[in-house]
């Protein structure tokens, strides 16, 4: 396939810009993966439509305050957003500048914090925190949340709890895991009375989920990395659920992504690592039998993978749909359950 198959227009006030007050108020479409059936309801029906024998599986990362502005030395403004912490002073990052900043060169950030140019790594700039200052200590005092670039306008006090999933734990990732945004406690204490089991897996979300595919051969696509994780008490829970015909219920993309790469030899192990797993119409999935997602961007890697998962023409179909009813999209929008 090629990439313009997967383009479709959206009208740009269906981009959701805020969230919405409550987090379990979205709307919700569902698609019957095997017959491609479509139903309107709402993110709170959610639980309805679970039982005691599934399992949901969540992706535990949680978003770090990665973007700083700053200063040249020349006093030419820089804006810095952090793809990958390497350590406590050690970063790769996206920077935009009038020019870009040579190795050697300092920038000067606020509240006295300053960091050094110490090279390239292909697009990326290698970064390093100067005196004892720690990049911990300067993302939590001068960080800005990361939002989207197709949110227009500056991250807000709210954007702290809200572009962040009630479950986040472990730091690390530069863009949230949007499905699981739709959770509040109330749905993860109601999922806890109906007996649905939960467990977790790792995905520390890159910039390169926003960064469009620049090829029209899909065959020719290099997919960013990123750090995944998937524990010995996940395999368990997994394997459990299938002995007991339960689903496993993936609740994200990117927790896809990590069970997916954990399965590659065809039965899934636990592991960690990095992972830049591409899947296109034609993969055979081996460990999700269904997914929770949020409404992706034309002509992106995570609507193809949510094609392979449902099916090419429903899931353009469905998108259709969602646009004619006036759905939100992307990161702060509704959501979209595909089911088995």
Known sequence: MKKNDFNYHLPEHLIAQKPLAERSASRMLCMNRHSGELQDRMFIDFADLISADDLLVFNNTKVIPARLFGRKQSGGKVEILIERVLDDRRAVAHMRASKSPKAGAVIELDNGFSCTVTGREGDLFCLQTNGRQTLPDMLA????????????????????????????????????????????????????????????????????????????????????????????????????????????????????????????????????????????????????????????????????????????????????????????????????????
Do not use: C, W
């Open 141 to 340: 005092q001068i960080g800005h949340m990361p939002l989207p670039p197709y949110i227009n306008r500056a991250d807000d006090e709210e954007d702290l709890s809200r572009y962040q999933t009630v479950f986040a734990e472990e730091s690390g990732a530069v863009a949230a895991p949007t499905a699981g945004l739709h959770f509040d406690q109330a749905m993860m204490d109601r999922l806890d009375r109906i007996g649905v089991g939960k467990t977790f897996v790792t995905l520390h979300v890159g910039s390169g989920t926003f960064q469009p595919v620049r090829v029209e051969n899909l065959a020719e696509h290099v997919m960013h990395k990123e750090f995944y994780s998937v524990s010995i008490e996940t395999v368990s829970a997994i394997e459990q659920t299938r002995e007991r015909g339960g689903r496993v219920i993936a609740i994200g993309t990117t927790a896809v992504r990590a069970l997916e790469s954990a399965s590659r030899s065809g039965q899934i192990k636990a592991g960690f690592g990095e992972t830049d797993l591409f899947i296109t119409p034609g993969y055979q999935f081996k460990s999700v039998d269904a997914m929770l997602t949020n409404f992706h961007l034309p002509e992106s890697t995570l609507l193809m993978l949510i094609a392979a998962f449902a099916g090419y023409d429903p899931v353009m179909k469905a998108y259709r749909h969602a646009i004619e009813q006036q759905y939100r999209f992307f990161s702060y929008g509704d959501a979209m359950f595909l089911s088995s």
